[in-house]
């Protein structure tokens, strides 16, 4: 890992066959200072499980303690989902606080695990994300720690001059990208603003109105289109976005004759639908996405390749286990690889397709785990069966250290005895 102006970069290969297209972009972690706290885990430098497995006696995680001392393991990892396992309708899930709480050291073995978040969520800058998530599961979670949708699009800002960034409330998109270093950055209110017919049926806000820019169209080229987070208007922003692909070359206010002279586009994430407050999932990027290339499709006869981050990709996963990696040097002086990452999430078609497909290309064990508290609901049949599932992200925990307790116990991996195969189902 190389670092440029105090940024630490990270190649991003096998995004998908489209991405690959791009060449795999290069992606970047979090600044060094966006870092603001250490962990608050103490170091440990030597590894807890398995040093002490010899002695099961000593083994903190083979000896329930009723008031035990926390010490940090280096021999697993969690990595959690965030809609759905630990937040619902932006409320914590009753489970959530208790299981946050339990991976930090209040559990029967008296230890601590190192952790990262992973979501396909976004529309905020990372910073302000974990703000809202350290006040909400009552924790402090580090922007070193957390990876977003739209996270590893941040090295896409050395590629591409001016961009439109679609999503999000208001600005706050714009904001994201900008601090990601693109250093023009269009929205659709900004073209809405200077041809008020662009979208007939969409008339900005007085603040809208206020925060969007004049452009000059006729010397205006887009160079890519970024879709950072969930469209608030899905006719008036697939109008723009439209618009800009039939462009010759990006340059608004031209129409191509052969289409397929447009700019590229970006998705932050392709989930079809997602967990909230409603009974039911609602409809995600990922139902953006497929509208979108059906309209282009027949308005032009051509097909629309569009370029997808987020799980299930596998390059988000690469990423996320260099994050990790940092993580654990950053935070707990750990300087070897996990044996397990447990990932917990509740979509099979991303967070249990993507730690699968991930776990096939890794000497460490990436192990699924499915809960019932989001998009994924009791008795459904998921198209990708996890190793396991249990009803709550607190069950998951407590599943994951068990299994662990299990490993040192005998001295050996568990193997598959434990999956849980009345579950599993052919793709
Ligand atoms: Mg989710």
């Not at 440029?4 to 795999?24: E, H, K, V, Y």
């Amino acid at each position: 890992m190389a670092t440029t102006s105090g940024t630490q970069r990270a190649q991003l290969g096998n995004l998908d066959n489209r991405a690959d297209l791009f060449g795999g972009p290069n992606l970047t972690v979090p600044p060094k200072h966006f870092m603001a706290s250490p962990s608050h885990i103490p170091k440990l430098s030597e590894k807890v499980f398995h040093e002490q497995s010899s002695s099961t006696e000593s083994s903190p995680i083979n000896t329930p303690m009723h008031h035990p001392p926390s010490v940090t393991t280096d021999d697993f990892a969690l990595a959690f989902d965030i809609d759905g396992v630990l937040m619902k309708g932006g409320q914590p899930i009753p489970e959530a606080v208790e299981a946050m709480k339990y991976i930090n050291g209040e559990n029967p073995y008296g230890v601590k695990v190192p952790y990262i978040f992973l979501t396909n969520g976004g529309g905020k800058t990372e910073k302000e994300r974990c703000l809202d998530l350290s006040r909400q599961l009552e924790l402090d979670v580090d922007p070193g720690q957390f990876i977003c949708g739209h996270t590893p699009m941040r090295e896409m800002a050395e590629r591409y001059g001016t961009v439109l960034v679609v999503g999000g409330e208001g600005e706050k998109c714009r904001v994201v990208a900008e601090g990601y270093g693109f250093k023009d950055v269009i929205t659709p209110g900004d073209i809405i603003k200077t041809r008020h017919d662009t979208t007939p049926f969409r008339t900005l806000t007085d603040e809208e109105h206020d925060n969007s820019r004049l452009l000059d169209l006729d010397n205006t080229r887009i160079e890519a289109i970024f879709v950072f987070a969930d469209s608030r208007d899905w006719a008036g922003d697939q109008q723009i976005i439209l618009d800009c692909l039939m462009t010759k070359d990006g340059w608004l206010n031209t129409r191509s004759q052969i289409f397929t002279e447009g700019p590229p586009v970006f998705f932050s994430h392709t989930d079809v639908v997602w967990s909230t407050s409603h009974d039911y999932s609602r409809l995600g990027m990922g139902a953006l996405r497929a509208s979108l290339e059906a309209v282009y499709s027949a308005i032009t006869g051509k097909d629309l390749n569009t370029i997808a981050f987020g799980k299930p990709q596998i390059g988000t996963y690469q990423f996320a286990t260099r994050l990790l990696k940092q993580w654990r040097k950053d935070s707990c002086d750990i300087d070897r690889s996990p044996s397990t990452v447990y990932f917990i999430g509740d979509t099979p078609e991303s967070d249990i397709r993507g730690t699968n497909e991930f776990n096939d290309t890794t000497d460490n064990d990436w192990y699924s785990i499915l809960v019932k508290t989001g998009v994924y609901q009791d008795g459904d049949k998921p198209r990708f069966p996890p190793r396991k599932t249990v009803d709550t992200v607190l069950d998951a925990v407590k599943f994951a250290f068990e299994r662990e307790h299990k490993k040192t116990a005998k001295g050996e991996i568990v193997s598959e005895l434990d999956y849980d195969t009345s579950e599993q189902v052919s793709n």
